[in-house]
């Protein structure tokens, strides 16, 4: 089983390290950004959306651990918004370490935070997932996501 700690500010440092570095390269290998532009795009985005790190209102970050053993297992974020006149979670960010991925920590973090953004009063939750992410897309359509907009590009040869 897993379970959500806050994220610790030292967690937040290392965990916006690896994340910037990650969420670039998603925007170029999505055709998005450049290599030349993409580090620093996605920095910006990040202090955007987390002036105040893990002290952001209505943003929540977690450490995923193991119940049994409090190993860390992964993180999740999301943010509490209201859209449409409707209370929702938006994920911005959930990975599983590598070393703990097709043990069931996904599910179970997906199935824990219905639970826990059902607390703040949200009747949906919302995520973006890259195309080429198709591993990603797959948990979420076994969760029972489903697709509300899709972009779609063709390279043309030469």
């Known amino acids: 089983m897993v379970e959500f700690g806050p994220m610790t500010a030292t967690e937040f440092d290392s965990y916006c390290q690896r994340a910037i570095a990650e969420y670039a390269d998603e925007h170029v290998q999505s055709g998005r950004w450049s290599a030349?532009?993409?580090?620093?795009?996605?920095?910006?985005?990040?202090?955007?959306?987390l002036p105040d790190g893990v002290a952001t209102p209505n943003h929540f970050l977690y450490t995923l651990k193991d119940v049994s053993t409090h190993t860390p297992v992964g993180m999740l974020w999301y943010a509490i918004e209201t859209k449409a006149a409707q209370q929702r979670a938006f994920i911005y960010d959930v990975r599983i370490?590598?070393?703990?991925?097709?043990?069931?920590?996904?599910?179970?973090?997906?199935?824990a935070l219905e639970d826990l953004v059902r607390t703040h009063g949200a009747q949906q939750i919302r995520l973006h997932v890259f195309g080429h992410n198709l591993e990603a897309r797959a948990l979420y359509e076994k969760l029972g996501y489903i697709a509300t907009n899709i972009n779609m590009a063709k390279t043309l040869d030469d």
Not at 38 to 49: F, G, S
Request: proline share 3%; glycine share 4%.
């Open 36 to 49: 030349e532009e993409a580090l620093d795009n996605a920095a910006r985005e990040y202090q955007k959306l």
């Open 97 to 111: 370490d590598p070393a703990f991925r097709r043990q069931g920590y996904a599910t179970q973090a997906f199935r």
